[in-house]
């Protein structure tokens, strides 16, 4: 096998066993992001209820002033019209219009006070859904936090140790190795079925052939080294 393979070997297993880590990690801050989210939408729920009752009630307060105001024009009217002090067909017009206004203002009030009774019945629900979700948060988010800090410790294992990999490489590999890390973060990519695992470029057949027989090679698209999945599950 070419000793430059041999040297990037290592290099290509720790750089993948390593965006493993990575994307577990990523994957469980998802997961903490999401708990999260539910509790903020349910409690979020609860504060517009909250708010909305608070309208509906402000809303039938002054639907009953409405009420009272023309109830008492009606009884003045009715009044005005008993003592003969008034005309009597501008007065009976005069009640018509009253007794429509106070019947519309009724309806509107009963409706309000609908509205607030089926808040306060969606209420213990939203309640139940945020004891829920924070329930959720507590069981599924518990293991969470020590599942980050074992993927966190990996991460930092697996880059503690890439100095002491690179350090084998010959001077000119080396250089390459610095302008690859530098410019891309990873020296190294698998060949997925005909595409480079890192930047998604086709990988011609020849190349694949090559690396079968232990070449060194490269992507053609992104310049990282190349490897097969097989070369690094065996030890070699
Ligand atoms: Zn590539």
């Known amino acids: 096998m070419d000793t430059v393979f041999a040297a990037l070997l290592p290099i290509a297993r720790s750089e993948a066993v390593l965006s493993h880590h990575r994307e577990a990690l990523h994957k469980l ?14 409690a979020q729920a609860i504060s517009d209820n909250g708010a ?30 008993n003592q003969g002090l008034t ?29 607030q009774e089926a808040l306060s019945e969606a209420l213990p629900a939203l309640q139940e859904a945020l004891d829920e979700a924070r329930k ?9 936090g020590p599942r980050v800090q074992r993927e966190q410790q990996a991460i930092r294992e697996l880059t503690d ?6 350090e084998g490489l010959p001077r000119d590999i080396r250089a390459r190795y610095d302008r690859l890390k530098d410019k891309l973060g990873t020296t190294t990519a698998l060949v997925q079925e005909r ?21 060194v090679e ?7 080294w190349l490897f097969l999945p097989t070369q690094l599950q065996a030890p070699a």
């Open 218 to 224: 490269s992507c053609p698209h992104c310049g990282r």
């Open 29 to 42: 801050r998802r997961q903490v992001d999401r708990l999260q989210r539910n509790v903020d939408k349910c």
């Open 52 to 81: 909305a009752q608070r309208e509906a009630a402000r809303r039938e307060a002054e639907l009953s002033d409405k009420a009272d105001t023309l109830q008492r024009r009606i009884a003045s009217t009715e009044h005005a019209l």
């Open 136 to 144: 959720a948060q507590a069981i599924e988010g518990a293991p969470l």
């Open 161 to 166: 140790e890439q100095p002491t990999l690179v």
């Open 195 to 215: 595409a480079c695992s890192a930047c998604t470029g086709t990988v011609p057949m020849a190349t694949k052939g090559s690396l079968q027989s232990g070449h």
């Open 87 to 115: 005309d009597a067909a501008a007065g009976e017009h005069q009640l018509a219009s009253y007794a429509e206004q106070l019947e519309e203002v009724e309806s509107a009030q009963l409706e309000a006070m609908e509205h």
